[in-house]
């Protein structure tokens, strides 16, 4: 019984044995990260999706700073942006690496087996064999592509981009937390900024960090320095701070200020060249005052680029201002930063000072709408969380004057024209600046220019967007400027063909908030009314303006077409004519008809007989009564077309020197310059 009783529970017991008990759920560790551990993570918000889009965005925000460097001193922007290509070898050694051949082939990511081997090779061999048929049919043969060598994972491209520029420089003490601490910087006040996240070279090195382990390298230096500042340094992720690797002073003997910053990085060139071209191009466009040189250097030879974008103008446009912020644009959290932040002590001060376009006046009636609990005199800083959401609700529901545009910085028409002219030689441009206008509280100013023909474009529509006076170049099907080109612009009606023509759009919009769409930032939608309505506008200005000008054109080339046609029987019509006078004149000396001829015709016959009216004067008065009929059809066409005959002056451009002392009056279409 003992057995049976044992051999009855053994299963039972085997199966508890198996059994496994619930493992317990390990307690959640609160954990938080840095700003520059969240970029890392999430580097295509910045524009670091790939190798290649990181080259390009790392190129992009190196320009940027430095432009915005050099203007903040009223500086002609001069910058230098080189590319070096860094092959394997040399990359190893410098990061101490030491290259190793391969010991087992089959490890790597680019190992052909022998299968795959026989595949490749029997696949040329029926290649060749059909291209062989081909020839002896007489049939093109197609040029034998060349085997794609498969590229390793591990295998990347590194590249030394450089950028150095003539600008304001920085203070030798803040360049270690300018480049090495993330969400610090000069560009988080409101006002007009090129800047999408204000990361500029941040992003950059992080990525160095991420693909290359290399430090960044800075040489700086401010005018009246007697020294250069020379920081090499990476960034600690987790803690968001600098790590300096060599922070010293060196002698400046050339007297050079403004930046030099060399990152080493990976990336990939080929697929991103023609974007990164593209880019300087259009920059070059938008500050025709500035003078780029690129150059990209390869060890192979033909891979060698190397091109500057030459300076056109000496004209600037002003300083982008920082403004204070319209109450119709705040929020809850806004507010409450604002008053943390304010060094004025009651309510209507505040409100007064901290915001545009509250007079004191203004500042009193909302006091007195906010209700009981408010008076001019209470303390700010003593505000309770309800009060300050009554100050938000009221904000909402208040009516208040739109802020100016004045603290806005539009490249303006003449630089935009400039600019147009300069890159892409057009047979004819047109641009149009229109008035500041707002939404969501914030002041924008569109600006717009549309070109007929030039170098490198292409038939149809060619878009060029810029944002607070930087290229966009990706995402451009959802971009207002592109929809509104393409869908609300009736072309025929400014007699230009929207297929055949070669048309240039630019669209630059500033403004203290840009509402950019997407992850990247890269277009504007066009679900704001306002500035849709704008862009549209802008860009129908720009076609009207065409329009009279083809319409010229147009008047110009049938002019020739009638000239050409009246004056290819000038020959006929003299002999013909000539030949009849003659007769007539022998007839008149003979007197058969002379009752029949009146005196005026009886003079003409007259001279004909006695060669004073010969066929070649009578060639020459018919020439000029053609272009007297010519030029009198062309004014009737002018007149009905609406187009006027005025007077034109001539204009004489003097060389720039800026050794002489000068006053510019600005327009919107010219600059006046007064010499002194």
Not at 373 to 401: C, E, G, Y
């Amino acid at each position: 019984m003992d057995s049976g009783d044992s051999s009855e529970e053994s299963p039972i017991q085997a199966k508890k044995g198996k059994s496994k008990t619930p493992r317990k759920p390990k307690a959640s560790v609160l954990k938080q990260k840095s700003p520059a551990e969240f970029f890392a993570e999430n580097k295509n918000i910045a524009g670091f999706d790939n190798p290649g889009k990181s080259l390009y965005t790392t190129v992009r925000e190196l320009v940027e700073n430095a432009l915005d460097s050099a203007e903040s001193i009223a500086e002609l922007p001069l910058v230098e942006v080189t590319i070096e290509e860094i092959n394997k070898s040399k990359f190893n050694s410098m990061i101490g690496l030491i290259d190793r051949e391969r010991i087992d082939e089959a490890l790597y990511g680019d190992f052909e087996t022998d299968k795959a081997r026989e595949k490749r090779l029997a696949k040329e061999a029926r290649l060749q064999e059909v291209q062989a048929k081909n020839a002896a049919l007489g049939k093109k043969v197609k040029e034998p592509t060349s085997a794609k060598a498969v590229k390793g994972r591990g295998e990347a491209s590194f590249y030394r981009v450089t950028c150095k520029d003539n600008g304001r420089g920085m203070p030798h003490d803040d360049i270690p937390n300018m480049f090495g601490r993330v969400l610090s910087g000069t560009k988080y006040g409101l006002k007009q900024t090129r800047g999408k996240f204000g990361l500029g070279a941040k992003m950059a090195l992080i990525w160095s960090k991420m693909s290359t382990g290399l430090p960044i390298e800075i040489s700086s230096s401010m005018k009246g320095q007697n020294y250069t500042s020379f920081c090499r340094l990476d960034i600690d992720i987790h803690r968001n701070i600098p790590h300096i690797h060599l922070h010293e002073k060196r002698d400046d003997k050339e007297q050079w200020h403004g930046a030099e910053i060399q990152v080493v990085i990976e990336g990939n060139w080929t697929t991103y060249r023609s974007k990164i071209l593209h880019y300087m191009r259009q920059m070059a466009v938008i500050t025709p005052y500035a003078q780029f040189m690129f150059r990209f250097v390869s060890d192979t030879s033909d891979k060698t680029v190397s091109i500057r974008f030459t300076r056109r103008t000496d004209v600037m446009p002003a300083v982008p201002l920082e403004t204070k912020y319209h109450p119709s644009a705040v929020d809850l959290l806004l507010i409450k930063r604002l008053i943390g932040e304010t060094t004025k002590q009651n309510l209507l001060q505040f409100l007064q000072h901290e915001f545009v376009n509250i007079g004191k006046s203004h500042a009193e009636r909302l006091i007195g709408e906010m209700g009981p609990d408010f008076s001019p005199k209470t303390l700010v800083k003593s505000l309770t969380p309800q009060q300050i959401v009554r100050i938000h609700q009221l904000f909402r529901q208040a009516k208040f004057d739109d802020p100016s545009g004045d603290c806005l910085s539009p490249a303006g028409e003449y630089n935009l024209r400039l600019g147009i002219i300069k890159e892409l030689h057009p047979d004819m441009v047109a641009t149009y600046t229109a008035s500041a206008q707002v939404f969501e509280g914030h002041p924008f100013i569109v600006e717009a220019g549309v070109s007929l023909g030039g170098k490198d474009v292409k038939q149809g529509l060619n878009i060029f967007r810029f944002a607070n006076r930087i290229p966009l170049l990706f995402e451009q099907g959802a971009d207002v400027v592109t929809r509104t080109a393409m869908k609300r612009i009736n072309w025929n009606i400014y007699k230009i063909n929207q297929t055949q023509d070669k048309i240039g759009v630019f669209v630059s919009i500033v403004s203290t908030k840009i509402p950019f769409k997407g992850t990247g930032k890269e277009y504007i939608g066009d679900d704001i009314s306002e500035i849709a309505n704008a862009v549209k506008t802008s860009i129908r200005q720009c076609c009207a303006q065409l329009k009279s000008k083809i319409v010229k054109k147009i008047q110009a080339r049938e002019q020739q077409e009638r000239k050409r046609n009246l004056s290819k029987y000038i020959g006929d019509a003299t002999g013909a004519i000539y030949e009849i006078l003659k007769e007539s004149s022998q007839l008149h000396v003979k007197k058969k008809k002379l009752m029949e001829i009146k005196d005026e015709d009886a003079e003409i016959l007259q001279k004909v007989s006695s060669r004073i009216i010969t066929k070649e004067i009578l060639s020459e008065k018919l020439a000029q009564h053609v272009e007297q009929v010519d030029y009198e059809m062309a004014m009737e066409y002018a007149t009905q077309s609406g187009v006027r005959e005025e007077p034109r002056e001539n204009i004489y451009l003097q060389a720039l020197e800026p050794q002489k002392n000068f006053t510019d009056f600005h327009s919107p279409v010219f600059v006046f310059r007064l010499f002194q």
